[in-house]
Nanobody, 121 residues
């Protein structure tokens, strides 16, 4: 199983960016998935999660209303659409997948390599 998350880059405050999580191997439809981020000098933290079917989502308060996670089981892709970006969103973003049912409280089995998002002020 491999996860790749291209799509990072430099964006201005207030701008938008969409990250993709491209997967290969495994059974995508059986995965609950999530997005994490690690800001410089800080621990990696969960920010968004989506159920196996893609119908249920959860977000950390700091991104709620600005970020949207989408899971496309037909294309085996997951997206993180980020809007109204702020300098404090600057971090390396990781996608992850696991086979448990609760993506907000589970051990993730598979991880992407991370992509850097920099929000300039």
């Amino acid at each position: 199983v491999q996860l790749q998350a291209p799509g990072g880059g430099l964006v201005q405050t207030g701008g938008s960016l969409t990250l993709s999580c491209i997967t290969s191997g495994g059974d995508f439809s059986k995965w609950a998935m999530g997005w994490f981020r690690q800001a410089p000098g800080k621990e990696r933290r969960w920010i968004a999660a989506i159920s196996k079917s893609g119908t249920a989502t959860n977000y950390v308060d700091s991104v709620k209303g600005r970020f949207t996670v989408v899971k496309d089981n037909a294309r085996k892709l997951m997206y993180l659409r980020m809007t109204d970006l702020k300098p404090e969103d600057t971090a390396t973003y990781y996608c992850a997948a696991g086979e448990d049912n609760d993506p907000t409280n589970m051990e993730y089995d598979y991880w992407g390599q991370g992509t850097l998002v920099t929000v300039s002020s």
